[in-house]
């Protein structure tokens, strides 16, 4: 049986997995740094960083352990090598080479977007392509017509902030712990969303880009409205809180069900795949199951555990392998979105 260990360090979670030819997960263990970014409200580069130094060695004998297997056994290692922090995709990239030139064996670089949309191929155990892939993350919200696995054309993105980000910003000003989409989906649910009208950005347009800045800026305002005194989250009553929450929620979701079904339209693909952090929120599942079901078009939806960041979905490495598309260790990282 051969095996691939696969490394993710894109961000701010240190993730390795052990996956076999026939794509079965033997082994994956996902070390998060939530705790390290909290009292910054953000990913801090830098300390993610250091800390990817600290973990990836224990997140890779952990993954191994699991699998059962050790160094000796590996066919290939992969690593996500773009788009992601410079220095959190360095230490993967290090380690992935490491221990590729020890032990001989084949290196494969992976791009984490990509891998984000195979958590969908890995969950339906069976083709999924061509298809319009959808990432909607904390650093990305991207659409692209995937030909193959490995080879997806970007149809357009976000202008600004994230999906991600936005849910990760307006649980800041609505004084919840970071990340913030999580806490944020949870407190929607006592709330009302159709009790503020949020703005949606570029529904009504052809083109494929996502804008979320000023839908946070309406959040702010409906805080604190233009010439009255600025309120604190801590000021507003449970369902103001509540209601902002739900409506924010609704807003970001019915955009992106909405753009991802005009992309489908437009590239002539019936099948859309989703992954990334926010694939995870309840509202925004719904969404895209509703709009696409309207159209009778096919919808994959990433399995909740495999949404955010881990190094299971480091099994796409597989379909560079057996297209015998091996990197030397000369191949370096790309923190940009590659177009
Ligand atoms: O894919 P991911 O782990 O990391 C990146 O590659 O960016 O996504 C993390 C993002 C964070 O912004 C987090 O707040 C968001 O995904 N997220 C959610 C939910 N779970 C995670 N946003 C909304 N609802 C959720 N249930
Ligand atoms: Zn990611």
Partial sequence: ???????????????????AEDLRVLGSSVASQDRLHQ????????????????RVLPVIDEALQRAGCGLEDLTAVAVATTPGLANSLLVGLSAAK?????????????NHLHAHVYACRLAAEREVFPCVGLIISGGHTHLFHFLDPLD???LGGTIDDAAGEAFDKVATLLGLGYPGGPALSKLAEEGNP??????????????????FSGLKTAVRYAISPQGQPVRLASQ?????????????????????????????EQTGVSRLCVGGGVAANRVVRAELEKRTAEKGFELLLAPRELCTDNAVMGAIAWEKYWRGQFD???????????R
């Fill in 236 to 264: 507003l009553s449970d369902r103001e809180r509540a209601d902002i929450a739900a409506s924010f929620e609704l807003a970001v979701a019915e955009t992106i069900a909405i753009k991802a079904t005009q992309a489908i």
């Fill in 98 to 110: 490491a221990i590729a030139l020890a032990r001989g064996i084949p290196l494969l670089g992976i």
């Fill in 1 to 19: 049986m051969k095996l691939i260990l696969a490394i993710e360090s894109t961000c701010d979670e240190t993730a390795a997995a052990v996956i």
């Fill in 328 to 338: 030397g260790l000369e191949i370096d990282i790309l923190p940009g979105l590659m």
């Fill in 194 to 211: 159709k009790a503020i009208a949020f703005p949606r950005s570029f529904i009504h347009e052809p083109r494929l880009q996502f804008s």
């Fill in 152 to 154: 997806a054309r970007l």
């Fill in 39 to 54: 009292r910054f409200s953000g990913v801090v580069p830098e300390i993610a960083a250091r800390a990817h130094v600290e």
